[in-house]
């Protein structure tokens, strides 16, 4: 099975579409791409998914100018313990879907630099990002996200979370976004508008180390799935700040 290759005699120069492109090469340990000109890319959905024995990942060279489509690119890359995107431009990428989904290694990671005012899709983003201790998120802009299903589902080692720069105005599926975050204390959700939420199905389920939340803005009135939202929660209602005593929320607090 393939653990290396040597791609720098590649030219890459009119290549748009690189999706899929090292999709299951699950014993490669090193590939240098140093030489890559992805100027002209548009898709890298699932470039790396699944290229599970992956340490290391050198993207510095990329040109991300012109890609719209991240969803899945590390996705599974369960080895990876850093990488380095702070020259990512990604200013018109729209999906970012699972884009480090089962990235279980990584501990640290730095998206200071992302552009994020075009993506409309962040469900299960850091999905089983079971090593990652902490995340800055404070530069998303989140105006135009439809969809954070799952989003930090199973950050089992994440223990705070500052949410307060989301605006989450348009956001209609929250379920399962902090499912099993069993380390965390503290989320800061002071700011999200929840009037467009259709589904919250387990959005707290496992957090079982939570003390407190801020839920005075939360609308659930167009909320169709509670199911489990704090299923496995040990926090009390004295701990959940509710401006709307008469929210729904209120009947699911154990």
Not at 55 to 69: E, G, I, Q
Not at 121 to 148: A, G
Not at 170 to 197: A, G, H, P, Q, R
Not at 207 to 215: F, H, I
Request: proline share 0%; net charge neutral; glycine share 0%.
């Amino acid at each position: 099975s393939l653990e290396s290759i040597n791609l720098s005699s590649f030219n890459t120069s009119n290549v748009t579409d690189m999706s899929y492109m090292c999709n299951e090469c699950s014993s490669l340990v090193f590939i240098d791409l140093s030489k890559f000109n992805t100027s002209k890319v548009q898709n890298m959905k699932a470039m790396f998914q699944k290229c599970s024995s992956l340490k290391s990942l050198d993207l510095s060279s990329f040109n991300t100018s012109n890609v719209n489509d991240m969803s899945c690119m590390l996705n599974n890359c369960s080895s990876l313990k850093n990488i380095d995107l702070s020259k990512f431009d990604t200013s018109k990428v729209n999906n970012m879907k699972g884009m480090f989904q089962e990235c279980s290694s990584l501990r640290l990671i730095n998206l200071i630099s992302f552009n994020t005012s075009n993506v409309n899709d962040m469900s299960y983003m850091f999905n089983n990002c079971s090593s990652i201790i902490k995340i800055d998120l404070s530069k998303f802009n989140t105006n135009q996200v439809i969809n954070m299903k799952a989003m930090f589902q199973e950050c089992s080692s994440l223990k705070s979370l500052d949410l307060s720069s989301f605006n989450t105005n348009n956001v209609n599926d929250m379920s399962y976004m902090f499912n099993y975050c069993s380390s965390i204390e503290y989320i800061n959700l002071s700011k999200f508008i929840t009037n467009k939420v259709n589904n919250m199905n387990s959005m707290f389920q496992g957090c079982t180390s939570l003390k407190s939340l801020d839920l005075s803005l939360f609308d659930t009135s167009n909320i169709s799935n509670m199911m489990f939202v704090f299923d496995n929660c040990y926090l009390r209602k004295d701990n959940i700040k509710i401006n709307n005593k008469e929210d729904k929320i209120v009947k699911n607090i154990y």
